[in-house]
C-alpha cells in the first residue's frame, strides 16, 4: 500500500478514536449532575432532622456520592490525556500526510511532464510524417496546381460602345493600340484579344457565354452615377448602373478574374464587382481620349511580358504621367479581400513550355512549406 494511503488512514483511526474518547468523557460528565444533586438532596435532610440514624444514613450517601465523583474525576482526567496524546497523534499523521502528499505531486508532476515530452516528441515525428506525406502528395499533384493557377492562354473580351448622341471617342485606335503591343510582347500567344462593338445590354452575357474570358474589358463612356453607356436598338444611348453590371458579371462565367473598365466615372462600378472577382480597376474621374488609350496599351503589355497585375498597373500610370500628368490618379486599382496584387498573375506560359516552373517548385517547395501558385508569385517576382 502506497504510504499515502497509509497515513490517509492513520488519520482517519485517529480521528474514529477520538470520536470515541469524546463520547467515553461525556459519558463519565453525564454521571456528574445527578451524584451532586444526590449530594445536596442529602445536606438539605441532614439540616431539617434531628434524627442520629438519619443523619448517618445521609453522611454515608454523601461520602459514597464524594467517592463516585472522585473517580469519575480520574476517569476524566484519564481520558483528558488520552485525548491530548490522540490528537498530538493525529498532527503528527496530518504532517506525515501533506508531506508524503508534496512528493506525490512532485512526482505527478514530473511524470506529466515526461509525458507532455513524449507526446510532443510522437507529435514532431508525426508532423515528420505528414510532411513527407505532403511532399510525396505534392511530388503527384504540382503539373495539376500549375495548370490550375497558370493558364497557357487567357482570353480578354473589350467591349466597346460609343452611342451616336455621344461626343466620338478614338476607340478604335485604343483597341489598334492594344492589340499592337500585345503583338509585340514576350508572351503574346498565350493571349487571345476579343472585341465586341456597338455594345447593347444583352451582348454582355451573351459574348461572355461565347468566349468564357479571364478578363472583361469595358472602354467607352461612363456617367458620373457610375453608370456605363451602352447602346439600344436605335444606336443611342442606353444608361446601365452598376448594379445591373454587377448581377451581369456574378451571374455569368467563374473564370473571370479581373475587369478593366475603361471609361470616365467607373470608379463605383470597380468597388461593386470586386466582391466577385479577384480584382477590377476603375476611373474616379473623367478621362482623355489620349490618356485612357495609353495607360490601357501599357497595361496590357505589362500583362503580355508575364508581370503581375499590380506591377502591370504602375507601369501603366507611368505611361500615363508622361501622355496626360494631370491624370495619373484617376486609374484606381481594386481587389478582393485576401488577394496581393504583388502576387497576382496571369500570363505565365513560357515556364510551363520550358519546364522552369516544375524544376522551382520541386526545388524549393519542400522547404518553403507553401502552395505552388503562391510561391510562384513569390518566386517569379
Not at 451573351?206 to 468566349?211: K, P, R, S, T, V
Not at 496599351?297 to 494631370?326: D, T
Amino acid at each position: 500500500m502506497p504510504m499515502i494511503d497509509t497515513y490517509r488512514n492513520n488519520i482517519q483511526r485517529n480521528r474514529d478514536e477520538l470520536a470515541k474518547l469524546s463520547k467515553d468523557r461525556a459519558n463519565e460528565s453525564s454521571k456528574i449532575p445527578p451524584l451532586n444533586t444526590k449530594i445536596l438532596s442529602a445536606n438539605n435532610t441532614i439540616s431539617h432532622t434531628k434524627s442520629q440514624s438519619t443523619i448517618q444514613s445521609k453522611l454515608r450517601e454523601i461520602s459514597n456520592a464524594q467517592k463516585s465523583l472522585a473517580e469519575i474525576d480520574k476517569k476524566i482526567a484519564n481520558i483528558d490525556k488520552k485525548i491530548a496524546a490522540k490528537n498530538q497523534e493525529l498532527i503528527n499523521e496530518e504532517k506525515r500526510f501533506r508531506q508524503e502528499e508534496e512528493k506525490e505531486i512532485k512526482k505527478h508532476a514530473l511524470d506529466e511532464k515526461r509525458r507532455i515530452d513524449e507526446s510532443t516528441r510522437q507529435l514532431n515525428n508525426m508532423n515528420i510524417s505528414l510532411q513527407r506525406q505532403s511532399q510525396i502528395q505534392y511530388s503527384l499533384s504540382r503539373e495539376i496546381e500549375i495548370l490550375k493557377y497558370v493558364p497557357e492562354k487567357i482570353v480578354v473580351l473589350l467591349f466597346a460602345t460609343n452611342p451616336k448622341d455621344t461626343c466620338q471617342l478614338r476607340l478604335d485606335e485604343e483597341v489598334r493600340s492594344i492589340q499592337e503591343v500585345i503583338r509585340k510582347s514576350e508572351y503574346r500567344d498565350s493571349i487571345v484579344f476579343e472585341t465586341r462593338w456597338a455594345v447593347r445590354p444583352f451582348d454582355i452575357l451573351q459574348a461572355i457565354n461565347e468566349l468564357n474570358p479571364d478578363i472583361v474589358h469595358f472602354t467607352g463612356h461612363g456617367s458620373k452615377n457610375s453608370e456605363l453607356l451602352l447602346e439600344n436598338a436605335n444606336g443611342n444611348t442606353q444608361y446601365v448602373s452598376k448594379e445591373a453590371i454587377t448581377q451581369t458579371i456574378m451571374s455569368s462565367s467563374e473564370k473571370i478574374h479581373f475587369i478593366f473598365f475603361d471609361a470616365c466615372f467607373t470608379d463605383e462600378q470597380a468597388i461593386s464587382i470586386i466582391k466577385y472577382v479577384d480584382a477590377a480597376i476603375g476611373m474616379t474621374d473623367s478621362i482623355s481620349d489620349e490618356g485612357a488609350s495609353a495607360f490601357a496599351a501599357q497595361f496590357y503589355s505589362s500583362l503580355g511580358f508575364g508581370f503581375s497585375i499590380k506591377k502591370a498597373f504602375e507601369q501603366a500610370k507611368g505611361i500615363l504621367a508622361s501622355v496626360s500628368p494631370s491624370e495619373i490618379d484617376i486609374p484606381t486599382l481594386y481587389v478582393r479581400e485576401g488577394v496581393n496584387p504583388e502576387n497576382f498573375f496571369l500570363v505565365q506560359p513560357n515556364l510551363i513550355k520550358n519546364g522552369l516552373l516544375t524544376n522551382i517548385l520541386e526545388a524549393d517547395y519542400l522547404e518553403k512549406s507553401i502552395i505552388p501558385h503562391q510561391y510562384l508569385a513569390m518566386k517569379i517576382n
